[in-house]
């Protein structure tokens, strides 16, 4: 089993920078790979980012490139998503995830993650 704890979101203005972290309990984690994604009201929710089990690999939504990062430090059990130049449309509860297995293979594919986070919302005005 694994729990997630994400925290990190707030109301920003656009332009400015986040940081979200998401806290997991267990020892499994350094073997998972991990997501962020992100559900907007009224939308479905989507992919923002994910991680390989060492952080040596990361895959990100178009929609973000170029401004988040995502990163994980094994040794604390957390994930983090680095959010800069934020914009309006960035508003969204933002939840991260961890794999089902231990391929610690990164996906964009929501249907590869079983543990899940409450969720932190971010909230970017203009």
């Known amino acids: 089993q694994v729990q997630l704890v994400e925290s990190g979101g707030g109301l920003v203005q656009a332009g400015d920078s986040l940081r979200l972290s998401c806290a997991a309990s267990?020892?499994?984690?350094?073997?998972?790979?991990m997501a962020w994604f992100r559900q907007a009201p009224g939308k479905e929710r989507e992919f923002v980012a994910t991680?390989?089990?060492?952080?040596?690999?990361?895959y990100y939504a178009n929609s973000v490139k170029g401004r988040f990062t995502v990163s994980r430090d094994n040794a604390k059990n957390t994930m983090y998503l680095q959010m800069n130049s934020l914009k309006p449309e960035d508003t969204a509860v933002y939840y991260c995830?961890?794999?089902?297995?231990?391929?610690?293979?990164?996906?964009?594919?929501?249907?590869?993650?079983?543990?899940w986070g409450q969720g932190t919302q971010v909230t970017v005005s203009s």
């Open positions: 267990g020892r499994t984690f350094s073997s998972r790979a």
């Open positions: 995830a961890a794999e089902r297995g231990y391929s610690g293979s990164y996906s964009y594919s929501p249907g590869l993650y079983e543990y």
């Open positions: 991680i390989n089990w060492n952080g040596g690999s990361t």
